[in-house]
């Protein structure tokens, strides 16, 4: 089933700059989405127009099936937005906000339901706190835990770890985990590649306002990422002639080094470790190196 559905998108800013280029994108229900692209790509024009912040200039929107124009109240209603920004020097209750936000949607309350959100955010020691008086990690939550109160099937968020430490970092994803298991669509934004490999089941990958490739994360992986086997041995080691005519190597110091693309090779690596056996080398480090999203991401944005 189809979360969002973007066709044909166009986006100009009022001074006449063309932030988004004929953007096309599926998001599948269930799935957990990043759209990865440095500082002013696009992220969060797209992001914005998608729930209805931002103007679109041409093209299609739709959020499980409902037109984010024609039939707004509902598309709407379907979303939950964190925002990059977040609002935290409020006096409210952490309950008491997501009461007022849920009521912003016509909402009947349910406490039952608010406050299953907040034990799934770890936030429901905290319900009867001011928000001011959390740490910033809970802050964050309960963003998150108010985008979730009106019961939305899509989750927005736009650059949810931007400037957050390591550890705050890797629980926010935990979170999020925790959210799709219970069947929420989650769409992301993020400059860091790390949050993109670590939690995409598909990555969008987004500069100057086009969307470059959308694959799954292992696809990406495994298309774009080289992999080698790179083996070193001792330039002293006996019965070397017997195998030096047939590899490939670089000499480094008193060391030789085999480096073989494990994607087309796979034979000559079997090939090399078999002369070394019969000809009884000793290797001194095996090692093997793959490009991870960063490398390939450079690569992209290089072309
Ligand atoms: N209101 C605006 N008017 C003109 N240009 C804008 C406006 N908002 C954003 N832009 C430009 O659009 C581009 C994309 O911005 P943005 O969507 O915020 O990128 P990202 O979220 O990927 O960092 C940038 O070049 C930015 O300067
Ligand atoms: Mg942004």
Redesign the pocket.
Known sequence: MTAILVKNLNKY???G?K?LSNINLEIKKGEIFALL?P????????INIICGINKKKDGEISVFGHDIEKNYKMARSKIGLVPQEIATDSFEKVIDTLKFSRGLFNKKNSTEYLEKVLKSLELFKKRNQQIRTLSGGMKRRVMIAKAMSHEPNILFLDEPTAGVDVELRQSLWKNLYDLKKNGVTIFL?THYIEEAERLADRVGI?HQ?EILMVEKKDKILEKLGDKRVIITINKTSKNLKNILNKFNYQKKKNKLIFSLDLKNNRNSVSDLFKDLIKNSISFYDVEIKKNNLEEIFLKLIDQ
């Open positions: 800013y009022d001074n700059f932030a692209g500082n002013g790509a696009g992220k969060s024009t797209l934004t987004i306002g």
